[in-house]
């Protein structure tokens, strides 16, 4: 990307979000209208009505290579590059769509203005041939000169912009389909196919793990001229001035610019087996519609859930994981006692079960401002909520709820402690410091102070309704400069910060603590003799610090 943004660096539509692709539905809604309630054949085009179907195929594909690549590299297997999925990449290629909708707008501006581009046949061998060979002559040639002068340092900077470099590739991939129509031998075929095509060598090139056979190079060797490979276009990605071929290394070898490392790069990579990791955070889907998500707050699918994740506690038992932690939904009282169920049901486990609750309170009680007295807490009372209200007692801060229900849980917890008398139920809202979990609603935002903290405890983050509130992340703390094949973070959380939950499994990873931290804690452990293991927070605190994770108390989520 530009290190110079210019006017053409942004996708026009980027004002419409995720709204972008109503863009498309006029022509979509006209033409699926026209074909299903027209009789002629001049206004039921088939071909135009299969256009819009074809760009979510196109949206499928690419979503499948997406995720099979981002598994396959967290597994290791025929891994290329050795890094990590770097989060500035990501965020430049977040909107990936938008060629496709790019695509599609010119598809059907193409279909209503160029004359005999509607009622296309579904098939012709002519015009197939015809795309075949101007794409491996022409196309690949001209990308080829053209890739190889945009990485020219004079044109790098002033032009290399997403959307300029897009309308570059689209004309240069029209062509073949162009010359079909104007010759009256495009079909839906061969249109379908082309894209296809395209979509997937170009996924195949992105993918960061080898796949491509060594034995088809073996049956027919001089297919190393019309066959690239993913690690021949990492290549250039890693080189910068090499391997600027297309989909076909001929160019590359006949001018010179074939990277000496390409042959040994692809047997290296065929060669990678997979890696045993160390620790594993079991997640989910974290879109609050998905059904995957929707599905942990129906009571009666907490038995298949809980077989899924005995199932993938028992597999990497097998495969010798150290610590595997209890991502998101996947722990609770209600589901599984915070873990325990499985440590009970095998007692004889040596991967540990972590739940991430004493790191979670440790970021909580460290994101507190101080001085503060007192605090409201308000949420779905769980074992973080109940851990922090007991060490805010202990330090003689009093802890206020806003219902009977949460007050009695919370009083319960804190039966045999003396300091309980700092657990109060009110009906003031004025506090300036909120502990916010699940539920907490609008109506009780709206009533909140101006300038009130909000600090959550739970999981995901509140709805932020109040621009006159400072609003904090979920528990969480920035990941060293030095972690490597980090694939993912949670989505609401900025770049290189990682939950607090998450952190707790690879601290106690490194730390190599041979226990289960997992489990509801009893009631009659609490009480003025007992820390409630308190120094473990500490310590817990204190190891995440030692490995390079640091607090986010500058950054908040406004």
Request: aromatic share 14%; glycine share 4%; hydrophobic share 40%.
């Amino acid at each position: 990307m530009a290190s110079t943004p210019g006017i053409l660096t942004e996708w026009p539509w980027k004002p419409l979000g995720t709204f972008k692709h109503i863009l498309l539905l006029p022509w979509a809604i006209r033409s699926t209208y026209y074909f299903l309630t027209k009789d002629t054949p001049d206004e039921r085009d088939l071909s135009t009505f299969l256009v819009f179907p074809f760009l979510v195929w196109r949206m499928i594909h690419n979503q499948i290579w997406i995720s099979l690549s981002r598994y396959i590299n967290a597994k290791g297997n025929n891994r290329i590059l050795d890094r990590g999925l770097e989060f500035d990449q990501v965020d430049r290629e977040k909107n990936w769509d938008d060629q496709i909708l790019f695509n599609g707008i010119w598809f059907y501006v193409g279909i209503f203005t160029i004359d005999g581009a509607q009622n296309l046949p579904l098939w012709r061998s002519d015009g197939i041939l015809i795309t075949i060979l101007l794409h491996t002559t022409f196309v690949e040639f001209a990308y080829y000169w053209l890739h190889r002068a945009l990485h020219h340092h004079y044109l790098y900077n002033p032009v290399i912009h997403p959307f300029a470099e897009h309308i570059a590739y689209f004309v240069l991939f029209a062509t073949p389909m162009l010359t079909t129509l104007f010759t009256r031998t495009a079909s839906i075929a061969s249109f379908a196919g082309y894209m296809t095509y395209i979509d997937f060598m170009n996924n195949l090139g992105h993918c960061n793990f080898e796949l491509v056979p060594k034995s088809l190079f073996s049956i027919f060797p001089p297919l190393k001229y019309f066959l690239y490979t993913p690690s021949f276009h990492s290549l250039h990605h890693t080189q910068f001035r090499t391997n600027y071929s297309l989909f076909m290394p001929l160019y590359d070898y006949l001018y010179g610019t074939m990277d000496k490392s390409t042959a040994s790069l692809y047997e290296t990579s065929l060669k990678r087996g997979e890696e045993s990791a160390q620790v594993v955070y079991l997640t989910h889907l974290t879109t609050p519609e998905s059904i995957f998500h929707l599905q942990y707050s129906l009571q009666w699918q907490n038995a298949s859930i809980n077989s899924l994740v005995e199932e993938a506690i028992l597999e990497a038992e097998e495969k010798g994981v150290k610590v595997l932690s209890l991502g998101l939904l996947n722990q609770s009282e209600e589901l599984n006692a915070y873990g325990a169920l499985y440590v009970k049901r095998h007692p004889e486990l040596k991967t540990k079960v972590v739940d991430g609750s004493s790191l979670a309170v440790a970021v909580i009680l460290n994101t507190i401002p101080k001085p503060t007295t007192q605090v409201l807490l308000r949420g779905k009372i769980t074992k973080v909520a109940s851990l922090v209200a007991l060490a805010l007692c202990r330090k003689g801060i009093q802890v206020a709820t806003l219902r009977e229900d949460e007050y009695t849980k919370l009083k319960n917890f804190l039966l045999n402690v003396d300091s309980k008398s700092n657990l109060v139920l009110t009906k003031s809202t004025s506090y300036q410091v909120w502990l916010v979990g699940d539920g907490l609603s609008e109506e009780e935002q709206l009533k909140a102070s101006k300038g009130t903290v909000f600090i959550p405890f739970s999981q995901f983050q509140p709805k932020k309704l109040r621009k006159d509130c400072f609003y904090h992340y979920t528990p969480a703390m920035l990941t060293p400069k030095s972690l490597e094949n980090v694939h993912s973070c949670e989505n609401w959380l900025p770049r290189r910060v990682m939950s607090a939950w998450r952190v707790a499994g690879i601290v106690h990873g490194l730390e190599d603590w041979n226990e289960h931290e997992c489990g509801v804690i009893p009631t009659t452990n609490i009480n003025n003799n007992n820390n409630a293991d308190f120094s473990h927070f500490h310590k817990v605190w204190e190891a995440a610090l030692r490995h390079g994770f640091q607090p986010l108390n500058n950054i908040s989520s406004t």
